[in-house]
């Protein structure tokens, strides 16, 4: 791929050319509710690796059931499905994490230096560029794992006004639209390999990759927990992958599973 390559023109939605992990299909929605709705529903049938993609949502969804805002034409919404066989279950919420670094060097590739704040939000200076939502599901003896990434590309400011977070997207930071088409497929090439390759390495690396890139480990934040708030500093990332925490007027660090920090 080249840069140009990326800010080529896209071409209509029907034409993208676009491949799963080993070669799974790639389900292409002009519209739709919420692909990791729909991919929740037909996780059986589906295979590992495949993708539904959709051009539109029209009840997206986030962590902690927020709304995920998704106009038409202008970003990429997808949910992945993935049945990894080789992989604990105890490892599975590391596949998030994966995705999210593997995303953010990719952004870094191209020229935007992101953070990745936990337990998996891309942010570019304090601005969302991506949300994660992966949802496990179980039926008889058999796990499934639906990663559901919103990742803003072509939205333009009105697209984020009235959000009560900040918000950015590919074209604002660039100043230029970006082909979707082409930045996914890139994407998915990178992440495939990076799948690989966590199955062989496990999570260190990657936690070392997390600390070398711009993270906010050291960074005062608010640790929101259902309806409880800390105020604290972020230390670190564990082994595990939870999050380790130093709650305002404490010596001791605690660790976080389940939460979101607002920076
Ligand atoms: C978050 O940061 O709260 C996670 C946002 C996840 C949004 C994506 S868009 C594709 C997939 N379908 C959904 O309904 N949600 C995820």
């Known amino acids: 791929m ?26 292409l929605f002009p519209e739709i509710g919420s692909t990791n709705h729909w991919m929740k529903e037909r996780w ?8 539904a993609l959709a051009d539109q949502q029209n009840s997206g969804r986030g962590r902690f059931q927020r709304v995920w805002r998704s106009p038409a034409g202008k970003n990429i919404y997808l949910s992945l499905l993935l049945k990894p066989e080789t992989i604990p279950l105890t490892q599975w ?23 990745v704040k936990w337990p998996n939000d891309i942010l570019f200076q304090g601005k969302k560029m991506c949300g994660i939502l992966s949802e496990r599901i179980s039926r ?7 990663l559901g990434m919103g990742i803003n590309i072509n939205s333009t400011p009105e697209d ?15 100043g230029r639209p970006v082909n979707r088409e082409v930045f996914l497929q890139e994407f998915l090439n990178r992440l495939e390999i990076a799948f690989k390759d966590f199955e062989s390495t496990g999570i260190e690396p990657w936690l070392t990759a997390w600390r070398g890139m711009k993270n906010f480990f050291g960074s005062p934040a608010r640790l929101v927990q259902v309806d409880q708030v800390t105020e604290g500093i972020i230390q670190d990332i564990c082994p595990d992958g939870s999050l380790l925490f130093l709650p305002d007027g404490q010596s001791i660090p605690i660790v976080i599973y389940s939460g979101d920090l607002e920076i």
């Open 140 to 146: 008889g003896g058999s796990s499934g794992l639906v």
């Open 44 to 51: 059986t049938e589906n295979s590992h690796g495949s993708i």
């Open 2 to 27: 080249t840069l140009d390559d990326l800010f080529s023109a896209e071409r209509p939605l029907e034409k993208w050319n676009l491949q799963g992990f080993h070669g799974a299909p790639v389900f």
């Open 93 to 115: 919420a590391h596949l998030t994490q994966v995705a999210a670094i593997t995303l953010a060097k990719f952004f870094e590739e191209i020229g935007l230096p992101v953070h």
């Open 160 to 174: 984020f006004e009235g959000l009560d977070r900040l918000a950015s997207s590919l074209r604002i930071e660039l």
